[in-house]
């Protein structure tokens, strides 16, 4: 299987192909002036047998709307077929939307440089390596394989790799009880060899891809630092490159725009984000809490027995915090991380008197604790900007660290910040794949310490990570299972960002097209709210993202937003509207062009509004 | 499944295929200047989703030999499915010693 990924010099015509040279069978996408048609077809390579002069192919395909545009294409394919060097094309297209036939040709050359750059993105979190004491997640008696699995099933593709990110939890300094230092992350390298010695599985993995490996951290390693990757180093002298706690934007295998942000996710809920108010270097109350847990862990752990013999244990720790802040919801008891504590604290035996021994080695004691992050809720709410709204999510923080609820909501959001088509979290060691009714896509990469009797054969928690072709952004969820020898790809349900039937949001795309940046001048919100910060500027040949949220029980949502070219002009202004009463229609203006879509429908032929469902997308272009 | 089959009034374009209603697959053959092609698709009816105004599709395929010449075409139809009454078509023929031959034609049903 190889790729084809070339474009014409002024880039209004892109071909993204997966072409199999067993069966001369082809698939993939062809745009052409704004609009990209799923395409397929077949090729016959040159010189492969007599009377083949010339490697040529055809492909058919359509827009996929609901009044779709259909495209044929045939075409003169120079080079080998691992890497084309230059395509001739002509191209046929015919509207279902207005009856129109038009016909375009074009010479087309590779993209970025090279049509078989490697695509894929790998991304591994919540590994939860520590010191292999009896508390610790990562046992290696039990998970070293699985990982090492993983590793191998790259380094057998690392022609197609071109990066593994480690998206937080790598490492674990948390698991150990309340009476214990935590671990460095030196020492946990150290006390590793297999993993992160010169001839250890990620070191292959290291040397493998020539060094593109990189690290950045959760909760459970939010100390770990630049410096520390210095402490691995392959034979062949790499050490991975580490990205500082936030958003890693990998760069695109096509260049162009980045538009996959991985992210821990853990700055979005309230007991595990960095707390900058803390004074322990920005330890969250979840940091105590699993102490607490570790200590329970190793009172009434049978000697030889480690937390992966227990059920429950790595996803996170068994107990059911759930049922606290659903309780605490239900009462609209904002002092929800109080009852967190005690609760924790009862659960596990903790003591009023309980002293922490933290990383640096000074200790805190219980009563700290619970004092510090009094207030915490609030703090939050204050932080999402305070009122009705700002309750609604702080709430959705909370229950975000509860079974990973309204993390597809969060994972929405960060791809609106970032102007991403893709975001993947890791933290709530919840596979998931797709987020229902939205322009965006989220994943999340699971975790890889699941304990004995919850895996396979018995359970159903697995070891998983993900793979994005960084050339069509499709996101697969892979599962490694029977002791690392088998991985595949594996169906995960997707979840929702907002639920569908109340979402009455506007989610704008702005494709800039034109020759010059676009900065943002104004924007007005006459119902909802931007849920997401707009994009002070859209880069010529670039998009961004805007979300108009409505209020529960609004008026739905009604906003505009102002764009000006940076080099004088005309200004851009595009409005939009979705109403919660089926009485008033979808609405929206602006742009050169614009395509829309409402609920779970299909984009429509240019300039027809989508005027009733919801939420509403518009998707507009600026030539 | 109903069957289009239509030619150009000088016969060097003859279109022969099955259509499936239920999801608008289209596989038959395309001749056009004596050469016949394999070829696979789909098609959309106009009037049948709001914004279908035409009633649009797209084929390729190649000839079967070995060394092959490959085809592609879009085209736009008159008519109910059942009975097409005219279609204009589009053709980009792609030859093994690499030209790229176009070719456009009004089709009529072809007895």
Sequence with gaps: MTYWNLQNADGTIVLRLEENDATGAMSGTLASDGTTYTVQGGWSASGSVPGRLASVFALRGSDGADAPTWIAASGVMKGPGAAPQRITLSISIASGHDGSLRRKNAELTPLGGGANRKRKIVVISDVHIGMGTPTVWFQPSVHDAYLKGICDWVIANAADVQEVVLLGDFFDQWTVPCDEQPPSIEAIIKANPQIFGPTGYLCQVLDALGGNVTFGPGNHDMWASANDMSFIVSAAGHSPKFFAGGTYCPPMPDGGQKNIALAHGHEYTMFNAVDEDSPWGGLPVGHFVTRMVASQMKRTLKPGQTVADLAGQGSPDGLDYTSIVKGAWARGDVNVVEALLDSVAAQTGTPKDQMFVLADGSSVSLAQVQSQYQGLFSRWQAKEGGGTQGTINAWKSVLADAQGYYMGFFGQRKAFEQSAEVVVFGHTHIPQSGLETTMVNYANSGFECASIPDMPPGGTQATTFIVIDGSTLEVSVMQCAQNGTQIAPINVGPVQAVPVGIDDSCYVKIINNGAEDLVLKDQTAAHGYFAAPLPATIPAGEFGLVWLQDYAGGAGSEGSVTYTPAGGGPDHVFTFTCPLLLIYSNACSGGTSFRTKSGSGVWGAPGVVAKSGHPFYVEFTVA | ?111
Aim: a negative charge.
């Design chain 2, 1 to 111: 499944m109903t069957r289009w089959n239509l030619a150009s009034t000088d016969a060097q374009v003859v279109l022969t295929v099955d259509e499936d209603d239920s999801n608008g697959a289209m596989s038959g053959t395309l001749r056009a200047h004596g050469t016949t092609f394999q070829v696979k698709g789909a098609w959309s009816a106009s009037g049948s989703v709001p914004g279908r105004n035409a009633s649009a599709f797209a084929l390729s395929g190649n000839d079967g030999l070995a060394a092959p010449t490959w085809v592609s075409a879009s085209g736009i139809m008159v008519g109910p499915g059942a009975a097409p009454q005219s279609i204009e078509i589009q053709i980009d023929v792609a030859t093994p010693a690499g030209a790229l031959i176009p070719y456009q034609a009004e089709l009529l049903p072809h007895a």
